[in-house]
DNA sequence: ACCGATCAGTGGTCCGTACCAATGCGGGAG
DNA sequence: CTCCCGCATTGGTACGGACCACTGATCGGT
């Protein structure tokens, strides 16, 4: 790295580490959270951060505010706290997945670009099995969609989804073939919380093998999911086929307590 | 419930709200989770659970402390908290996953009485790929086994590991047929705390057919596996092949921040 | 009977302080 | 030169207080 950048950087980092602004809007541990990534993201993995104590005086918040800023960054994998040294930038390994992502944003985290192609909306009674998992009447009325999902236009997964209609209102009319989530989010103010999910392998058949452009018979990793808001009301039901050469589920898991 | 066990569970529950003990061993807001725990196991899913602020008093210690054992308890599943409201427990679904556990665990959680037979075990070096990812010399010996891991006596896996020879020396002469991780935490003193995985689709060869008694070419899922400790040591090196029939990943997985 | 405002209770945030515990390093003894 | 002790630094724990934000229920008024 040259000279020139590293005084850009610490320009930067001087810039980043100046008193936060008063922001009622969002609470200061997370005003202070979001700070400290911007100063990760211009460190290297294994710097050193500056003290807690210093830190704090610098933001301006009180040291307990800037511990539960740093806790956070620290279970969700970005520094190590080392009691009696100091804290750390941490290796970006596989970290920070296990987290419920969509596949638009998966793929863009491993630098793909998310694409889909629609292959069957209905509108119908969701049944007995779906019923109970969406915690509604089997008569109610649920959205069925199949979609063959993309990256760098490579067919990744196959992907079927069932939502109550009642939740979302003429979601065949919406531009389906991006982020199902984004549309929840921007069309429908909703925000999935949560998911139960089971992995299980599988092979695919002939019709699977053909919209994947896989062989018959290839293994192929399916993953059922059922997502729930903040309050824990079942939003959807997700079950997606995953070809096996090309896709694998990585995590990062931890002992015991949190 | 009868009369007589609600008495008895009252009395349990005066039991377990009682202060705690001065006990400079472990750290107060880990006793107070541990005490939490057992308050909410005589508890039912939904239950409410006292104010905080009644809870420090019992317990003896600040409302900071009882947070900070609470917080735990919620992001491991156990509880769930509601501003305005009160702290639920939480329905015991498939949470409490998604964490690193060893098979003998694993089993243990789903209920079934784990077992293993010990196919082979040899001393060898470690090798260009393997020293890589355990960050040794090519060189250095490490231990090589592997195992047929079973639950209530059904095969379930076949396991593969690797750890460098100078962490465990004698290992051969230990029970293998045991849990590895309560061998490595007993006798050597070392503790894994967290681990990098992968998983994907395969199917069975002939061998590994024979062995888990499935048919050839069913599917299979691949967990692969570095464990670190503490300090992000390389501790081993896992490769375990799952028959898909009977055996899934479960895990709850959280939107964004801790 | 219905609806809305009010209010008490609950978890969420934040402060400032004090002390404990682990680490790394440097200085002094051997 | 080596080793060990002790000190300064850093994160970890704990206290107690104050106020905010949200929820559910109660109590009016219509």
Known sequence: MSHDTDIARSAELADALGAIALD???AKHEQVRNRLIEVIELL???DRLPPERELAARFGVSRMTLRQAISGLASAGYVVRVQGDGTF?????ISKSSELTGFSEDMAARGFRPSSRLLAISH???????????VISPEEMV???????????IPMCLETIDLPARLTPGLDQQPLDQSLYEILRAVYGIELFEADQVILPTVVNQEQADLLRVPVHSPALIVKRIGYDKKRRPIERAMSIYRGDRYDIRMTVRRNPT
Chains 1, 2 share one sequence.
């Open 24 to 26: 009622s809007e969002t």
């Open 44 to 46: 290297q993995s294994g």
């Open 89 to 93: 930038v941490a290796d970006p390994t």
């Open 124 to 134: 119908v009674s969701a049944g007995a099995a779906l019923g109970q998992e969406l």
């Open 143 to 153: 959205f069925h969609l199949e979609r063959v999902r993309m990256a760098d236009g």
